[in-house]
């Protein structure tokens, strides 16, 4: 079964994961209460120590290049909270080596570019950074950008994300969807994606943080159609990656004594356990759910029917 995040009370929606969307195949799960530790604060140590990533893990290959992209009118990372993150977490903090696009340090900065770039470079050290911007568009002007420049970087990381369905929503997603509405927006940007693909380079997209049904279903009023594709993460060309959390477990190191930590901690206490479970609005502190759902414009390959 697929929990698809359709809260109701105490009780949780489920479907057969392939199944078509019924209502009447729905069934009744009760959600167990699951207490969201405090220490549950996920620094790179804690990542590096989930996926058993050396500690002195670096990138050798002078012409390794990662990238984090954003959109307007996400503005400039805070670059003073990067140095001091990097300091109080014991990390080196690797300044990006090149800018593409809007680099907007006028108004207030912004914390989901400064959390983007913080990661980035601290899982990936000594890689080039590279901070990118798209300045008016979405997931095909994106592509485009990324096809059409000289020397793109690698590894491409992409923290947003909206439902599919809902792609030439323009006054919030910017998608050029003049003379084309989603579908036909999808399929050519997915075209793009994977000539992104052909050149050899990683597009990671997040999943999202409001379950299956998403910011088209937010209440699960919609009981037709539950659950609906986070865009780009839904395109087969690209790498979904969902949001997980770590939650208390039998086999957690005792911090004080197998692990120490760094100064970061002390205010903030650092997960110890090594137990990884998706976020869900009962492990979360947020509350959130990582997102799911189902494609709507792209068939399921032939290679997970069985």
């Known amino acids: 079964y697929e929990i698809s995040a359709c809260l109701v009370g105490s009780e949780m929606c489920i479907r057969d994961r392939y199944g078509p969307i019924i209502p009447d195949q729905f069934k009744k799960y009760t959600v167990k209460p699951v207490t969201a530790p405090e220490d549950q604060y996920i620094i790179p140590q804690v990542i590096r120590r989930i996926y058993n990533i050396p500690a002195d893990a670096e990138i050798t290959n002078p012409k390794t290049t990662q990238a984090v992209i954003e959109f307007l009118p996400v503005t400039a990372p805070i670059l003073s909270d990067g140095f001091k993150f990097a300091e109080l977490s ?164 005792d911090k004080s004594s197998s692990e120490a930590f760094p100064p970061i901690c002390d205010n903030f206490p650092c997960a110890t356990s090594n137990t990884e479970l998706p976020c869900q609005v009962n492990n979360t502190l947020y509350r959130w759910t990582t997102g799911g759902g189902f494609s709507d414009f792209t068939a399921r390959p032939s290679y997970q029917d069985k």
């Open 90 to 253: 014991r990390e080196v903090f690797s300044n990006y080596t090149t800018i593409v696009g809007p680099y907007n340090t006028s108004l207030s900065a912004n914390t989901e570019s400064t959390l983007d770039v913080q990661y980035l470079q601290a899982i990936g050290k000594k890689a080039n950074n590279w901070y990118w911007t798209i300045g008016d568009g979405w997931a095909l002007e994106m592509a485009l950008e990324l096809f059409n420049h000289p020397s793109p970087p690698l590894v491409i990381s992409v923290s947003y994300g909206w439902p599919e369905i809902l792609t030439c929503q323009s006054s919030i997603t910017h998608a050029k969807c003049i003379d084309s509405d989603a579908k036909n927006y999808v399929e050519r940007a997915n075209v793009e994606f994977a000539k992104l693909g052909g050149l050899g380079l990683s597009v990671l997209i997040s999943s999202g943080d409001e379950g299956a049904p998403s910011t088209a279903n937010l209440y699960c009023s919609n009981t037709t159609h539950p659950v609906f594709g986070i865009y780009p993460a839904s395109s087969p060309w690209v790498t979904a990656v969902s949001g997980t959390t770590v939650v208390p477990s039998a086999s957690s190191p």
